[in-house]
């Protein structure tokens, strides 16, 4: 059975910091780029960043450059997305899944965890 499980999120303060963390079962994680997503009510899910099968890479749009910083433990299937400086728009709920390539950040499963929600308080 696959599963995916995002947590770490929660209220925050604007300018204040989170990490987010998922956990992929039942799949050779190591084998996959990841990456990391987000939705809002009413809104499509968006791509956030992500991060080459090996660490080698990573991508980030331009919203979060130099805020956030995506990374993974392959040995204990995880990646993190540590989120600093966190602004209201940030706000949503986040989602982990594997992507196609860095250059092409589809998500590579078809199925989603359950998220994990961030707010951010102004």
């Known amino acids: 059975q696959v599963q995916l499980v995002e947590s770490g999120g929660g209220l925050v303060q604007a300018g204040g910091s989170l990490r987010l963390s998922c956990t992929a079962s039942?799949?050779?994680?190591?084998?996959?780029?990841m990456g990391w997503f987000r939705q809002t009510p009413g809104k499509e899910r968006e791509f956030v960043a992500g991060i080459s099968w090996s660490s080698s890479g990573t991508v980030y749009i331009d919203s979060v450059k130099g805020r956030f910083a995506i990374s993974r433990d392959n040995a204990k299937n995880t990646m993190t997305l540590q989120m600093n400086s966190l602004k209201p728009e940030d706000a949503a709920v986040y989602y982990c899944?594997?992507?196609?390539?860095?250059?092409?950040?589809?998500?590579?499963?078809?199925?989603w965890g359950q998220g994990t929600q961030v707010t951010v308080s102004s």
């Open positions: 899944n594997a992507i196609a390539e860095l250059d092409d950040p589809s998500p590579g499963w078809g199925f």
């Open positions: 039942g799949r050779t994680f190591g084998k996959y780029n």
